[in-house]
């Protein structure tokens, strides 16, 4: 991989973190969620007139990711509901290069190596670090980890949508402008069914934090998207959760969430895991 690309992913994973944060620092986080969606269409629709209309074949994998990314807001949402920020984001992040993993073992006949074994028994090693707590935490923290690793099935299934969307559609920043506009229409739907018109209040009120996180994550996706484009997959994913040693850290000593440097050592587990398994497949 280029040493730009290197930069700009890494560049991603910070402003993804941070997005994450500000939903999770939100008073309802679904209502975030959908104002920091609606702010990313407005500002995708806005480049309509500027990129290039994608072409025919990606838009099954457009209309697809618009569907996965819905339900991945849904289930994170609920995921920082119920748990703390240093510990739904890792799990949900770095559980998804694994699925991907094994989707390919399974579904594709890849063979999973020896140092995929290592990678996939450091992920489940952070996992439980991070399920394993004082016994008062036990139901809450089953939640919070069944939401997250629900999560992170949703992250597995739009990267590979969208790694491959990307490269269909003849022009990678068509296809993330169109996919912005697209990806606001379902959970605002989902949120005002749930929550009634009432969260419009809220939404334009929290319109500057809407605006900087969706800055952040529309900014964050497009590089990732691109950077899928040019270079190995698995390996773009691997290095863009990253991230969640920035969660762990973000959560530690902004949030001051209890078991921090536990949290922070999982982290750095599981991400080492993850860019072990991406050195192996690219």
């Known amino acids: 991989m280029e040493t ?5 992913v890494l560049l991603a994973a910070f ?8 939903v999770k620092s ?61 510990q739904a984001y890792p799990v949900a992040r770095g559980t998804a290069p694994i699925i991907v993993a094994l989707w390919g073992v399974f579904f594709l006949n890849e063979v999973l190596t020896t140092s995929g074994m290592v990678a996939l028994a450091g992920v489940i090693t952070g996992i439980m ?6 016994l008062g935490q036990v139901m809450k923290d089953k939640r919070a980890m069944l939401s997250a690793l629900i999560t992170s099935v949703f992250i597995a299934a739009y990267t590979l949508v969208d790694g491959i969307g990307g490269r269909l559609s003849g022009g990678v920043s068509g296809y993330v402008v169109w996919l912005a506009v697209f990806d606001m229409i379902p959970i605002l739907i989902y949120t005002f069914a749930v ?11 929290d319109w500057k934090r809407n605006l900087v996180g969706a800055v952040m994550a529309f900014g964050s996706y497009w590089i990732v998207v691109w950077a899928m484009s040019q270079a190995s997959i698995p390996l773009v994913s691997a290095l863009r959760e990253t991230s969640i040693i920035i969660a762990a850290l973000i959560g530690a000593f902004y949030f001051k969430e209890p078991s921090g440097k ?3 050592v999982a982290s750095i587990i599981i991400c080492c895991a993850i860019v072990l398994l991406a050195i192996e497949n690219h």
């Open 4 to 8: 730009g690309i290197l930069f700009v």
């Open 129 to 134: 670090i991070f399920a394993t707590r004082r």
């Open 15 to 22: 402003f993804h973190a941070t997005w994450n944060a500000v």
């Open 195 to 205: 929550r009634s018109m009432g969260v419009i209040v809220p939404i334009v009120k």
């Open 26 to 86: 939100s008073g309802d986080h679904l209502v975030s969620i959908a104002g920091l969606q609606l702010a990313c269409g407005i500002i995708a629709a806005c480049l309509i007139p500027f990129v290039e209309f994608p072409e025919k074949e990606s838009w099954p994998y457009l209309f697809a990711s618009a569907l996965l990314h819905s339900a991945y807001y849904i289930a994170l949402s609920e995921a920082y509901r119920s748990g703390d920020f240093s």
């Open 262 to 264: 536990r949290r922070i």
